[in-house]
């Protein structure tokens, strides 16, 4: 499985960012994926995830209510829409599938990862 991410950059505060992560190579019924980020001195966290099948979402209580998470089934593509972009949204975003049904925010819990890229929030 090979996850490519695209989409960050830079942007002011209360901007907008779209970021997207295609997946390919092995294909399973049942999997997730998931979006992580990681600032500079801090470790890695969840930010949202979606389950393929059924279009379950879960969210990070930082992003609820200004972060979207979607998929397009035909294109293997999972999108996350960022809206109202703190400062403190800053990170290295990335995302991750997980072979499993059921949403886990963990990082250990996911197989395989894209390459990251770059969100910068200036203020």
């Known amino acids: 499985v090979q996850l490519q991410a695209s989409g960050g950059g830079l942007v002011q505060a209360g901007g907008s960012l779209r970021l997207s992560c295609a997946r390919s190579g092995r294909t399973f019924s049942e999997y997730v994926m998931g979006w992580f980020r990681q600032a500079p001195g801090k470790e890695r966290e969840f930010v949202a995830a979606i389950t393929w099948s059924g279009g379950s979402t879960k969210y990070a209580d930082s992003v609820k209510g200004r972060f979207t998470i979607s998929r397009d089934n035909a294109k293997n593509t999972v999108y996350l829409q960022m809206s109202s972009l703190k400062p403190e949204d800053t990170a290295v975003y990335y995302c991750?599938?997980?072979?499993?049904?059921?949403?886990?925010?963990?990082?250990?819990?996911?197989?395989?990862w894209g390459q990251g890229t770059l969100v910068t929030v200036s203020s």
């Open positions: 991750a599938t997980d072979n499993g049904r059921w949403i886990q925010i963990a990082t250990m819990y996911y197989d395989y």
